[in-house]
C-alpha cells in the first residue's frame, strides 16, 4: 500500500504521536518509518485523497505536534511514496541533505508575509507623476473614439503599475530582511504585489511580527499587509 509522508526528523526525535490521526476519511494509524539517523512519520495513503478541511487539519496538526518537541521537515499536504520501504531508502540516499536541512530549520518558524496596494491611490500617483498619462487621459476623456490613445494609455499604466509595484517590493523586503534569517519569493499574486515568506528563530519572532507591523505603519493605510502564521517552514525544505 502507498505511504503517506508527513514529516522527516532526527531519529532521536521524542515522536509524540499519541492522540493524533491520519489523513482519510477513515484514517489509518500514524507510524514510523526509520533510518539509523532519521525517522519519516507515516500513514497509509487512503485512496482519493483531496485537501479537505479536516485532512488539511490533521496533517497540520502532526507537524505542529513534531515541531514542538524539535526539528521536522514538513511535507507538503498531498505527498505520497510507493511504500514503506521505498521511503526507508530515501531516508538512507538523502541522509546528508536531510541532515543539513533539519539543522538549518530547527527552532525556526515561517511567516508568510502579503502586501496589497490600493487601485486608486496607485492611479493617482501615477497621473500625478506622468504628464503623458494626463495627456493621454485627457485626450481620452473627450475624445472617445480615440482607441489608439485608450492603448497607449493602458500600456503605459499597466507598465507603471508594474515598475512601482516592483520598487515598494524591494523596498518592503529590504526592511524586513534583517529581521529575519533567509526569504523565498514566491512572486506576485492577483491581489498582491509581494509574496514572500520569512524563516525567522522561534525566540525572535515578536521581534519579527514588530518590524512588519511598523513597516505597515509606515506604508499607511493605501497599503494591505497580511501577516499569516507562525508556519511549518515548508518554503525553506
Given at each position: 500500500?502507498?505511504?503517506?509522508?508527513?514529516?522527516?526528523?532526527?531519529?532521536?526525535?521524542?515522536?509524540?504521536?499519541?492522540?493524533?490521526?491520519?489523513?482519510?476519511?477513515?484514517?489509518?494509524?500514524?507510524?514510523?518509518?526509520?533510518?539509523?539517523?532519521?525517522?519519516?512519520?507515516?500513514?497509509?495513503?487512503?485512496?482519493?485523497?483531496?485537501?479537505?478541511?479536516?485532512?488539511?487539519?490533521?496533517?497540520?496538526?502532526?507537524?505542529?505536534?513534531?515541531?514542538?518537541?524539535?526539528?521536522?521537515?514538513?511535507?507538503?499536504?498531498?505527498?505520497?511514496?510507493?511504500?514503506?520501504?521505498?521511503?526507508?531508502?530515501?531516508?538512507?540516499?538523502?541522509?546528508?541533505?536531510?541532515?543539513?536541512?533539519?539543522?538549518?530549520?530547527?527552532?525556526?518558524?515561517e511567516y508568510n508575509l502579503k502586501v496589497a496596494r490600493d487601485?486608486?491611490?496607485?492611479?493617482?500617483?501615477?497621473?500625478?507623476?506622468?504628464?503623458?498619462?494626463?495627456?493621454?487621459?485627457?485626450?481620452?476623456?473627450?475624445?472617445?473614439?480615440?482607441?489608439?490613445?485608450?492603448?497607449?494609455?493602458?500600456?503605459?499604466?499597466?507598465?507603471?503599475?508594474?515598475?512601482?509595484?516592483?520598487?515598494?517590493?524591494?523596498?518592503?523586503?529590504?526592511?524586513?530582511?534583517?529581521?529575519?534569517?533567509?526569504?523565498?519569493?514566491?512572486?506576485?499574486?492577483?491581489?498582491?504585489?509581494?509574496?514572500?515568506?520569512?524563516?525567522?528563530?522561534?525566540?525572535?519572532?515578536?521581534?519579527?511580527?514588530?518590524?512588519?507591523?511598523?513597516?505597515?505603519?509606515?506604508?499607511?493605510?493605501?497599503?494591505?499587509?497580511?501577516?499569516?502564521?507562525?508556519?511549518?517552514?515548508?518554503?525553506?525544505?
Amino acid at each position: 500500500m502507498a505511504t503517506y509522508i508527513y514529516a522527516i526528523t532526527a531519529a532521536d526525535h521524542p515522536l509524540r504521536l499519541d492522540g493524533l490521526t491520519g489523513v482519510g476519511e477513515t484514517p489509518s494509524g500514524l507510524r514510523v518509518v526509520q533510518s539509523e539517523r532519521h525517522a519519516a512519520v507515516v500513514s497509509d495513503a487512503p485512496a482519493g485523497l483531496r485537501a479537505k478541511r479536516r485532512d488539511l487539519v490533521a496533517h497540520q496538526s502532526v507537524l505542529e505536534r513534531l515541531m514542538a518537541d524539535g526539528a521536522a521537515l514538513p511535507m507538503r499536504f498531498g505527498l505520497v511514496g510507493p511504500d514503506d520501504d521505498e521511503v526507508r531508502a530515501a531516508l538512507v540516499q538523502e541522509q546528508e541533505t536531510y541532515a543539513q536541512r533539519l539543522a538549518e530549520l530547527d527552532g525556526r518558524l515561517e511567516y508568510n508575509l502579503k502586501v496589497a496596494r490600493d487601485e486608486d491611490s496607485l492611479l493617482r500617483e501615477i497621473l500625478t507623476g506622468s504628464d503623458e498619462a494626463r495627456r493621454l487621459r485627457d485626450r481620452t476623456r473627450d475624445n472617445p473614439d480615440a482607441h489608439g490613445e485608450k492603448v497607449a494609455l493602458g500600456e503605459l499604466v499597466s507598465r507603471e503599475i508594474e515598475a512601482r509595484n516592483a520598487a515598494a517590493a524591494e523596498r518592503i523586503g529590504g526592511l524586513l530582511a534583517p529581521a529575519a534569517e533567509r526569504a523565498s519569493d514566491a512572486g506576485p499574486t492577483k491581489a498582491h504585489f509581494l509574496n514572500v515568506s520569512y524563516l525567522v528563530p522561534r525566540d525572535e519572532a515578536a521581534a519579527f511580527s514588530q518590524a512588519v507591523h511598523e513597516t505597515a505603519e509606515k506604508y499607511g493605510d493605501d497599503y494591505t499587509f497580511s501577516l499569516n502564521g507562525p508556519l511549518p517552514p515548508y518554503s525553506f525544505v
